[in-house]
């Protein structure tokens, strides 16, 4: 990395293949509450044939900039600056033009698949509107084009799909749908707005796919918004980074993971976790301090990174810098992208090591054994009287695992595997239906309810949306206070110095006790929950998926805290996460579940390497991986975890799986199987480990 | 409210005047939003004149509302279209109509008022308790409350009052008063059931919020987590709720006047003034229009008001914030 090596140029003067232009846009909402600069100044190129990332963190502008692209933006916005759409501006175009436009040269695919379809339509009739209200077509044809659209986007037995409603299909073929609809007109220029945020590991992996051969059958441009670097490097020819509505880096996308030429990027790339199989974890995450500038603030005579950036200096301050060629058809935002190293972030501190693979035996602080939940009860046939005909839902199936003390376990699974089940079970909130539940040998009662003042102190959780894990009512303090004051014997004085101390050792400033959660960011929220849970010093924190619903950045920053805090009173952790690379990173421990059963478990990296079970493997084949060289073997899951009402026959993966040996494992549940290299791994599978090593060598990476 | 200096301890001798400040500000603001937008400024105001007639009418009113006035002939002065020394006319029996409408106010808006207020109280404790608790009670107490849902209002009220009314007072200090306090509990009884079920909706939504799994968690009871974390939460619907009752009851209350169950004559009573002044209706329409358009005026007026309020809530502060 250090040197610059010019990479191929794109031919930059092949002007006719130009399908969008966005030169030097700037949209700002006028509402009442106050001005809202989204997109400052940002000019990008889409071609004929390409896929253009657009990638940043909320609030950068990269939504605003993709429905300023339609031409969708409310009456309170103003543009300034070009979008040329084929030589035309967007913004001169008549209403009655823009309709012609939109669905039918220019197509958008959005986040939430539930709410762009219209739920009282047949899904087949929705297609055929867009291609009779564009193309004209008579019902006949319209039909045959619907199956054929259908066909192309992966969605076997169209005769069944088109007379579905939406609710009747599964988020993926939600997703397909839409962009079956998108792509009805054969539009010169498709728009994804993060369309993949929603949809589980495995189905998003399938819909990338598919968007990744539509580049080569659709001769069409696509402009594919993210945040995620996982997406873009598997995706996308050219990237766009943005930060605080300006374009601040653009470059082939080879080019930008190989040679970031601004700061942030750079930031950007050392906030996400080594992803597994490519060597150990072995530093801690970056991150980048500070905040987003806001966009309310006018856009000064700066640099819009210059309070975050480690390479800042005087004419940053004094001058705001514009898009500099570096290379062919690599442009920064930066007055010294020459200087931009990844050491500009810090040397990478090297985390402990605190994970033994082998285990030395830790004495385990939570046991749980034959945890058992199910949701429902028997539904009746006469809806009080008869037979009984509906099972309840088998949540969680007899499962066992224990923490030691100062250790995190990981739990992975795709929704519906019951992850969350156990961690409501563990604390409470959902009472358990069988199994014990020891916490340093004392026995837990099934409801939080039940249990004892030191018990609730010992075990705290942590929620997935800091939105909602906060009263919008009332005021950050309360809910420490209250938890001061139901944990701890400290008097009003001492809990108010103690709140004020909780909040500093997250990072926050003591005055923000006084304000509404909805005056605080999402990070800023999350880590008051967490001091909130550090309060009555735990000795176990449950956290589900605490970090999906943050920014790269700042998902860093609260990982660091966990860690932090972790080793610091060696409390010990139950992390929820789909995010592998997550978990990973965070782990000493993990717990692989499918549809309520342990298919493996046992030291991060041994579960994480050959030989896995099947599911694990699939997982970690379908998770994005922010390096557009990865060499991932393609395994494809189809369809998504069942909600199982009936005891399964024999292999509870026998579904899905891709490496179904035969009818045993149909009939037959399998065995538990023990690593002989690590004693605290098993896998749950009929096949051998030694043979699952073999056929994995491929695609799972190895121990080192 | 952000802008404020994180509190310290006060010293001891400031409470009172703290309290003071804080319960004149606490009024101010209220004020303020009444009066942000037109609707809120012109609901304040009909509500204002309808509170001011209720609390000192009677002193205002020009006229006796119960004394039939003379020419200086001694004729009665029945059936007097609207004149400089009777704004609003008399009525068949000589009375000063704008007098009587001006001391009606007092008994409508008391009986309507406590009969919302305790039917709110009610209704929300009922919904949000059991929407809480789920399950069996949950079902069973929805069911009580549908059934008593499904009887008319009116008829209702008209059961309650003709069985009830004619009986003793349950104590000596009541009787004059049993028969408005069967009519503010009749209306309680019929406001409680749609309170309930609009208060429970929204607290079957709000329980599933990740803040009230962290109050479980802390080993908050029940009633804490009811009242102190989900019931904050839920004002807005509230606002509105109150809104509707409010009016439906006022409605009911002129409704059973004009039945002859409200405030026994002489007592002026809109409701009953309506009623009597049917016959003459193609006559002599005033003596009929003035007291509807009381009713009428007052039902806009707290509905404007509580839509202002409403408004100005989703607007932006003035101070920054």
């Keep these: 990395m250090s040197e610059r090596q010019p990479q191929a140029a794109l031919g930059r003067d092949d002007a006719t293949d130009v399908l969008l232009q966005v030169e030097g846009l700037a949209v700002t909402f006028y509402t009442p509450r106050g001005t809202v600069r989204a997109v400052r100044d940002a000019s990008l190129q889409v071609r004929r044939g390409e896929l253009v990332g657009l990638v940043g963190e909320s609030g950068c502008g990269k939504s605003t900039l993709a429905f300023a692209v339609m031409g969708y933006l409310p009456g309170t916005a103003a543009t300034e600056g070009s979008i040329l759409f084929e030589g035309r501006d967007i913004a001169q175009l008549q209403p009655s033009e823009l309709r012609d436009l939109r669905g039918n040269r220019i197509a958008m695919v959005y986040q939430d698949p539930s709410t762009s379809l219209n739920p009282t339509m047949k899904v087949g009739s929705q297609i055929e509107e867009v291609v009779r209200e564009h193309l004209h077509f008579d019902a006949a044809t319209a039909r045959e084009r619907t199956k054929e659209l259908l066909e192309s986007v992966g969605l076997p037995d169209p005769d069944r799909v088109t007379q579905a409603y939406p609710h009747q299909l599964s988020g993926g073929q939600q997703q397909r749908i839409v962009i079956a609809m998108a792509l009805a007109c054969e539009p010169d220029l498709l728009l994804m707005d993060e369309p993949t945020t929603g949809l589980d590991v495995t189905t998003e992996a399938t819909i990338l796919d598919l968007v990744a051969s539509l580049k080569d059958r659709v001769n069409a441009g696509i402009l594919y918004v993210t945040h995620n670097l996982g997406v873009i490097a598997r995706v996308a020819d050219r990237v766009v980074v943005m930060y605080a509505g300006q374009t601040v880096e653009q470059a082939p996308v080879r080019e930008l993971f190989k040679n970031p030429c601004h700061p942030y990027t750079i930031g950007l790339l050392s906030c996400v976790p080594t992803p597994p199989g490519e060597g150990e974890a072995a530093t801690k995450l970056q991150s980048i301090p500070g905040s987003v500038f806001a966009a309310q603030e006018v856009t000064p005579e700066a640099c819009l990174f210059v309070d975050r950036c480690p390479m800042a200096q005087d004419r940053c301050r004094g001058e705001a810098p514009v898009m500099s060629d570096t290379n062919d058809g690599h442009q920064s935002r930066c007055f010294f992208w020459n200087e931009v190293r990844p050491e500009i972030w810090g040397e990478a501190e090297p985390r402990e090591a605190a994970h033994n693979s082998n285990g030395e035996q830790v004495k385990p602080v939570l046991t749980a054994k034959g945890l058992r939940r199910f949701y429902g009860r028997w539904g009746r046939k006469y809806l009080f009287f008869g037979p009984r ?41 959902v009472p358990r239906d069988r199994g014990d539940l020891d916490l340093n040998g004392e026995s837990l009662s099934a409801a939080v309810e039940g249990r004892s003042l030191d018990q609730k102190a010992a075990l705290r959780m942590v929620f997935q949306n800091p939105t909602s894990s906060l009263n919008p009512k009332l005021p950050i303090r309360h809910a420490i206070l209250r938890t001061l004051q139901k944990f701890t014997g400290l008097n009003q004085q001492e809990r108010g110095l103690r709140a004020e101390e909780l909040l500093e050792a997250v990072g926050l400033d003591s005055s923000y006790l006084n304000r509404r959660p909805s005056e605080l960011s999402g990070g800023q929220q999350q880590r008051v929950a967490l001091a909130g849970a550090f309060a009555g010093d735990p000795i176990l924190i449950a956290a589900d998926e605490p970090v999906s619903a943050l920014d790269v950045s700042i998902q860093a920053q609260v990982l660091n805290l966990l860690a932090e805090h972790q080793r610091d009173q060696k409390t010990a952790h139950i992390f929820i996460s789909h995010d592998l690379g997550v978990v990973r990173y965070v782990s000493d421990e993990i717990l692989v579940l499918y549809a309520g059963h342990v298919a493996e478990s046992g030291p991060t990296e041994a579960v994480l390497s050959a030989p896995s079970h099947p599911y694990t493997e699939a997982l970690l084949s379908a998770a994005p991986v922010p390096d557009p060289d990865a060499d991932r073997t393609r395994i494809r899951l189809s369809g998504t975890v069942p909600t199982q009402r009936e005891q399964f026959q024999g292999c509870f993966f026998a579904g899905r799986c891709p490496r179904k040996i035969g009818p045993i494992c149909d009939h037959t549940p399998p065995p538990t199987r023990t690593d002989p290299e690590s004693s605290k ?20 990476a190895k121990a080192t | 409210m952000t802008g404020q200096v994180s509190t310290k301890k006060d010293q001891p001798g400031r409470h009172q005047s703290a309290s003071l400040a804080s319960v004149s500000q606490g009024l101010r603001s209220v004020l303020s939003l009444c009066l942000a937008t037109s609707a809120g400024r012109i609901g304040f105001c009909l509500v204002a004149i309808h509170l001011t007639l209720a609390l000192i009418g009677p002193l205002l009113a020009p006229y006796s509302a119960t004394s039939f006035n003379y020419f200086d002939n001694g004729d009665v002065k029945v059936f007097l279209g609207p004149t400089l020394q009777h704004w609003l006319g008399t009525d068949q029996f000589g009375r000063d109509i704008l007098s009587r409408v001006m001391s009606g106010a007092a008994s409508i808006i008391a009986v309507s008022v406590a009969g919302a207020a305790l039917g709110i109280f009610v209704g929300t404790v009922v919904g949000m308790s059991s929407a809480y608790k789920g399950g069996r009670v949950d079902e069973f107490t929805m069911r009580v409350m549908d059934g008593l849902m499904s009887f008319p209002s009116l008829l209702m009220a008209l059961l309650i009052i003709t069985t009830l009314a004619f009986r003793p007072a349950p104590a000596e200090w009541i009787q004059p008063f049993w028969q408005q306090l069967l009519i503010v509990f009749t209306i309680a009884i019929v406001n409680v059931p749609r309170v309930a079920r609009v208060m429970r909706s929204t607290t079957l939504s709000l329980k599933t919020q990740e803040f009230v799994q962290s109050a479980r968690l802390r080993g908050e009871p029940a009633s804490y987590i009811i009242f102190k974390e989900i019931l904050p939460n839920t004002l807005q619907t509230l606002g509105v709720e109150m809104t509707v009752r409010f009016s439906y009851a006022i409605l009911l209350v002129a409704s059973l006047g004009f039945l002859g169950m409200g405030v026994q004559p002489p007592s002026p009573d809109w409701g009953l003034m309506i009623s009597q002044s049917r016959q003459f209706l193609a006559s002599a329409p005033w003596v009929a229009l003035a007291p509807a358009a009381a009713i009428a005026s007052l039902v806009v007026g707290v509905n404007l008001l509580v839509d202002g309020i409403r408004q100005a809530q989703g607007l932006p502060k003035e101070s920054a914030s």
């Design chain 1, 389 to 429: 005909v509906r099972p309840p839902v088998r949540a969680v199936v007899d499962i066992d695992f224990d923490v030691g003390v100062g250790k995190s376990l990981g739990i992975v699974g795709e929704s519906g595997s019951g992850k969350t089940t156990v961690a409501h079970s563990v604390v409470g909130l």
């Design chain 1, 681 to 700: 791994h098993v896998i749950t599978c009929h096949i051998p480990l030694e043979e699952l090593a073999v056929l994995q060598q491929g695609t799972v």
